[in-house]
């Protein structure tokens, strides 16, 4: 079991151990104790992750309530992790590259110099209407960088998540 402790909106490990077990399965950040949010609760979910805030242990609802005061888009976001998650991809940060991850293919991590994001993910709501030109923008910047561009809309209504494959081509 590791532990971790919430300071502000930020999951903290602070056992240099614990966190170096992490990042050998591909969590955590490159050069730092804190772990994302969505990694977190996922480790809470799954049990393997203990946070704490004034030595009181939190839920997952808990948690949740806590790490959604600042990220209003939490609950879609937390529902495609889950999802890329239980089909074993490693979905990280994709801010960097405009969209909510950069997901890794089973198996890789992204500490390893030679990994590489299988694809971007911009998650969205069901029926929200994307400009020609944001969407183009994310299209070129995904080739660019040589990743698939999906749009992971995602109903919390119906807790599902549906993936679109953006891909421009050339006439």
């Not at 502000?8 to 955590?28: I, M, P, Q, T």
């Not at 030595?55 to 209003?72: C, E, G, I, Q, W």
């Not at 992204?110 to 069901?126: E, M, S, T």
């Amino acid at each position: 079991m590791l532990h971790a402790k919430l300071i502000g909106s930020r999951v903290v490990v602070e056992d240099e151990r614990e966190y170096e077990a992490l990042r050998k399965r591909g969590l955590g950040g490159r050069k730092t104790d804190v772990v994302s949010p969505l990694e977190a609760l996922y480790l809470v979910l799954k049990k393997e992750l203990v946070v704490t805030k004034n030595n009181h242990k939190l839920s997952f609802a808990a948690l949740f309530a806590v790490l959604k005061k600042t990220d209003r888009e939490l609950s879609r976001r937390w529902m495609a992790y889950r999802d890329l998650r239980g089909k074993g991809y490693l979905p990280k940060s994709g801010f960097k590259f405009g969209c909510d991850f950069n997901v890794y293919p089973k198996g890789a991590v992204p500490q390893d110099p030679a990994a590489h994001g299988k694809f971007l993910v911009k998650v969205i709501r069901p029926n929200l209407k994307v400009s020609v030109q944001d969407m183009a923008l994310r299209v070129r910047l995904s080739q660019n960088v040589k990743k698939s561009l999906y749009f992971a809309a995602v109903d919390e209504k119906k807790e599902s998540v549906d993936y679109i494959r953006i891909k421009f081509i050339l006439p």
